[in-house]
């Protein structure tokens, strides 16, 4: 049977909105990682397929195809291809997808997965503005759309109000959220204080560090928060950070490694994505997880480590009730509530941490999923070598 080995992995530190990575140009923070990785890897860049990288709100100095222009950016051979992939906040998860795929299928050896995204330049949904109100269409993708109004009727698609959502079915207040945010952050400050993330990480200028944790939050600081929606439970200490950063991995095949004498780290155990209810939107992670554990035979008890991106608290919180998964094994480095979630790249990072954690720590199985745009969600097992 075929494998695919991820071979190398690097990211960017994680930059806070108007931080440290808000001036650079998104090509060159691909860029950043795509060197990086080529020169970690001891790897003749010539011998890469394919180059394929998550990213979200193509426009500006995100648009015309990221992956693409930060390979060129990087100064690799332009022989070389690249090709962009939007499946919302799961993009550089499924463009570890499509190279493994490729890799699997025999059809290539040696692909590149990642993503870049730069979120102090451009705001989330952005593009769709951008690209809609000129038409005369101020009310996002859906509207207009009869068959999805037949469908869906006329509900609003809402992230907010997804999580609002998700806090109420699965009776999860505000105070659970708000401690699980806390710990978010102090999981982050223990892994940076430790040393946890220097591996994963190419420092770019002077930024060396995640920027989103913050050593100076508590609980009584999140308690004062206004709810983002009136009445509701989900406050922005309990959310995502916007954020700037890059991430890159290398996947091949067993004839890549031979060739090239390359030393596989992990093997890519199981691939799978999964839709669910595009209204509530987050909840995808967790059919998508019952489904990666039934089609792999492995029960939750066997993945020794998770990495759920932290999209809202209510989402990993929801996620732990229906799987039963020991909180221990989860995020165990703090995630995007400390971290930040750089959209596009956001999957391609998390994968990154989850094989540096497994090797530092000696466990086997390590599982990655995330909510996404349109209710759907990525599931990734790898199995550490």
């Not at 195809?65 to 998860?93: F, H, M, N, Y």
């Not at 490694?257 to 967790?286: F, N, Q």
């Not at 039963?324 to 596009?344: F, M, R, S, Y």
């Amino acid at each position: 049977m075929a494998e695919a080995y991820i071979v190398e992995a690097v990211r960017t530190p994680v930059g806070r909105r108007g931080g440290g990575l808000s001036g650079v140009h998104p090509a060159d923070l691909g860029a950043h990682v795509l060197k990086e990785l080529v020169a970690r890897a001891a790897l003749d860049p010539a011998a890469v397929d394919d180059v394929v990288f998550g990213c979200l709100d193509a426009v500006g100095p995100q648009a015309g195809d990221i992956a693409r222009t930060a390979w060129l950016a990087a100064g690799l051979p332009q022989e070389v291809p690249g090709v962009t992939v939007d499946r919302q906040c799961g993009s550089s998860q499924q463009a570890v997808h499509f190279a493994a795929q490729a890799v699997l299928s025999g059809t290539q050896d040696l692909v590149v997965a990642g993503g870049v995204q730069n979120m102090s330049q451009i705001p989330i949904a952005f593009a769709t503005r951008q690209a809609a109100e000129p038409l005369g269409f101020t009310q996002g993708p859906f509207a207009g759309s009869e068959g999805w109004r037949a469908r869906y009727g006329d509900r609003p698609v809402n992230q907010f109000a997804g999580a609002e959502m998700i806090a109420a079915k699965w009776g999860i207040d505000r105070e659970e959220q708000e401690e699980f945010a806390l710990r978010s952050h102090r999981r982050a400050l223990r892994a940076i204080d430790e040393g946890r993330f220097e591996r994963e990480i190419a420092p770019h200028g002077h930024v060396a560090v995640d920027e989103g944790p913050r050593r100076d939050t508590s609980a009584e600081k999140m308690a004062a928060l206004k709810p983002v929606i009136d009445g509701g439970t989900v406050t922005a200490a309990c959310s995502s950070q916007v954020s700037d950063g890059a991430a890159a991995l290398l996947l091949a095949s067993e004839r890549a490694v031979r060739e090239h004498g390359l030393h596989p780290r992990a093997r890519v155990h199981h691939l799978s994505v999964r839709g669910e209810d595009p209204i509530r939107m987050l909840t995808a992670p967790i059919p998508a997880t019952a489904h990666a554990l039934k089609k792999t035979g492995l029960s939750i008890d066997d993945i020794d480590l998770v990495e759920i991106n932290e999209a809202f608290a209510p989402v990993v919180l929801a996620w732990l009730k229906e799987t039963g998964a020991d909180p221990a094994k989860v995020n165990v480095n703090g995630g995007a509530i400390a971290l930040g979630h750089p959209l596009g790249a956001t999957g391609a990072k998390l994968m990154t941490t989850l094989l540096h954690e497994l090797e530092r720590t000696g466990a086997r199985y390590g599982l990655q999923t995330m909510c996404e745009g349109g209710g759907q969600a990525n599931v990734t097992i790898i199995e550490r070598l």
